[in-house]
């Protein structure tokens, strides 16, 4: 995955991106329905 990034065959799309301490925001997001993409858990500033 790693190269395939690297080389930008790959690109993730993100919908929102979250700091471990909003985890119980980013899980309400994700059950809401709305989420468009993936939602990532940040364990550092975004």
């Not at 790959?10 to 997001?29: F, G, K, N």
């Not at 059950?31 to 990532?40: A, L, N, Q």
């Amino acid at each position: 995955m790693g190269d395939l990034a690297a080389s930008g065959h790959y690109v993730p799309v993100i919908d929102r991106t979250y700091l471990l301490d909003e985890a119980v925001s980013a899980h309400a997001h994700v059950e809401s329905g709305h989420k468009k993409s993936s939602v990532v858990i940040s364990l550092g500033s975004p």
